[in-house]
């Protein structure tokens, strides 16, 4: 998508000196967050602020886009995209602004099979995100961040959506991504991704963020062209498997370039207005008490 307005969006990242970020929306913060000073994670805390900035979504549409393609198809995920997309551009509260963006399939491996269940198990208001490990708690690991607290698998809406996803016919979820906490988001659809997760499976997801340009595409290209190009002169013509090597060479540079140009680029972010002050009595008012716990 390309983007030309607004410049600062309703839905943004602010930030400080000291590692201190702040995830603005509409005007209300809806969470805190300040990074280790080692590096290893962010500690955060959320303030029940959060809206999504898409409208609701009905079950006879998610029917009709399930009988126009098949669930988990491209085809499928192309229209759920052109839809979000459609309607995160009118969105007063949303987190687009002038640029070029991505709205796409996460890259394979970027979710660990393992750490989808913690969700359920574990997604405290004030929490923690390990990014290394290094003798962190284990259920610190996660791969997303849910922005408000996450409804009961039993919930009227989530029972709704777990049916959606016995019918093979559940949206998927959308994320944003937010380098600064080194993690996506979840945008829209936390009763559906409570539904999936209940059911004993895992959502369908797409992801939001800003497009790498392309003198970046270009770089990060080059010397993967030039191994493949050197691995296809060094195929001998009668090797009997030289058509089959070149086909997988070629699907591996395929996939390793298109894996370059969907990289999520930087996540803009605005410095927060009065700086680490205002940050710290922000906090105070909307999360009172909350305090990143000593870690090295």
């Excluded at 990074?35 to 998610?62: E, F, I, K, N, W």
């Excluded at 979000?84 to 399939?105: C, F, K, M, S, T």
């Excluded at 959502?203 to 290209?221: H, I, T, W």
């Excluded at 030039?226 to 001998?236: D, G, I, N, P, V």
Aim: proline share 8%; charged share 25%.
């Amino acid at each position: 998508m390309r983007i030309d307005h607004p410049v600062r969006p309703g839905l943004r990242t602010e930030c400080a000196d000291g590692g201190r970020l702040m995830l603005v929306q509409g005007g209300r913060p809806v969470l805190f967050a300040r990074q280790r000073a080692s590096h290893h994670g962010v500690h955060y805390a959320r303030t029940g602020a959060y809206r999504s900035p898409l409208a609701p979504g009905r079950a006879d549409t998610a029917r009709a886009v399930a009988r126009f393609a098949a669930a988990g198809s491209d085809a499928w995920r192309e229209r759920w995209a052109a839809r979000a997309a459609a309607q995160l551009r009118g969105a007063a509260e949303g987190p687009l602004h002038e640029g070029d963006w991505n709205l796409d399939v996460p890259a394979p491996g970027w979710f660990a099979d393992g750490n989808w269940a913690k969700l359920l198990a574990h997604d405290p208001d004030r929490g923690h995100l390990t990014w290394f490990g290094y003798g962190d708690p284990e259920e610190d690991a996660r791969d997303l961040l849910p922005l408000r607290a996450l409804s009961a698998p039993d919930a009227a809406r989530v029972k709704a959506y777990r049916r959606q996803y016995r019918e093979g016919v559940l949206p998927p979820v959308l994320l944003w991504w937010v380098s600064g906490l080194n993690s996506p988001v979840v945008l829209d659809g936390h009763d559906r991704l409570v539904a999936a997760l209940a059911e004993g499976g895992r959502p369908e997801v797409l992801m939001l963020a800003r497009r790498v340009d392309a003198a970046y595409v270009a770089m990060c290209s080059a010397r993967p062209i030039k191994e493949y190009e050197s691995r296809a002169a060094a195929l001998e013509e009668d090797d009997p498997l030289a058509g089959v090597k070149a086909s997988v060479a070629s699907r591996r540079l395929a996939d390793t370039l298109r894996a370059i140009e969907r990289a999520p680029e930087i996540t803009r972010a605005w410095p927060v207005a009065g700086g680490v002050a205002a940050w710290e009595r922000s906090a105070a008012a909307h999360v009172p008490g909350w305090g990143p716990a000593p870690m090295p």
